[in-house]
């Protein structure tokens, strides 16, 4: 059974930093991009980065682009997301996703990060 | 990169047959057979419902059919039923930076 774990989730201030984690078991991981998808509260889903397979590949949203850093360990079956700088408008549920035909067809069950002083 | 234009709500009754549209322009949705749709139901992960427009997963109910045409995409649920009220979000390939982009979400209501 394919299961994604997210942890690292947390209330921070302003300009702090955060490192997400993603669990990823019943799949071999190190075949499929994986992506995060966040949903401020209230609002509607937003892709926020993805990675290739061998981590050879990242994309990122503009409003996160040079804050934050998408990272896999395929060892670990492991996906990570590093966020610095954080803003209030990044408090959202974070979700770890993998993408396969072109579609999210695995979610996690989120992790909620809360940014305020 | 704009998400695309959902609408924001849409309702059915019991029974009947409902449609949502996911509108993009000719850079994403209008070149690309990239668009999945997604259920949401409210404190819950989404589930995917179609991908590359008109695919259903294993398991998803045959009353959940996706076609496309020009910039529009569309999610057709027929036989509407109450377990059916959730929120769906379309999503697409857009060949630029970034290369995926959702719609802003549907609240679909069964009266």
Not at chain 2, 53 to 71: A, C, H, I, M, Q
């Amino acid at each position: 059974e394919v299961q994604l774990v997210e942890s690292g989730g947390g209330l921070v201030q302003p300009g702090e930093s955060l490192r997400l984690s993603c669990a990823a078991t019943g799949f071999t991981f190190s075949g499929y991009w994986m992506t995060w998808v966040r949903q401020a509260p209230g609002k509607g889903l937003e892709w926020v980065a993805n990675i290739r397979q061998d981590g050879s590949e990242k994309s990122y949203v503009a409003s996160v682009r040079g804050r934050f850093t998408i990272s896999r360990d395929n060892a670990k079956n492991s996906l990570y997301l590093q966020m610095n700088s954080l803003r209030a408008e990044d408090t959202a549920v974070y979700f770890c996703t993998r993408e396969e035909y072109f579609a999210l067809d695995y979610w996690g069950q989120g992790a909620l990060v809360t940014v305020s002083s | 990169q704009s998400a695309l234009t959902q609408p924001a709500s849409v309702s059915g009754s019991p029974g009947q047959s409902i449609t949502i549209s996911c509108t993009g322009t000719s850079s994403d949705i209008g070149t690309y057979n990239y668009v999945s749709w997604y259920q949401q139901n409210p404190g819950k992960a989404p589930k995917l419902m179609i991908y590359e427009v008109s695919n259903r997963p294993s398991g998803v109910s045959n009353r959940f059919s996706g076609s496309k045409s020009g910039n529009t995409a569309f999610l057709i649920i027929s036989g509407l039923q109450a377990e059916d009220e959730a929120d769906y979000y379309c999503r697409s390939h857009t060949g630029t930076a970034p290369p995926w982009v959702f719609g802003g979400g549907t609240k679909l209501t069964v009266l």
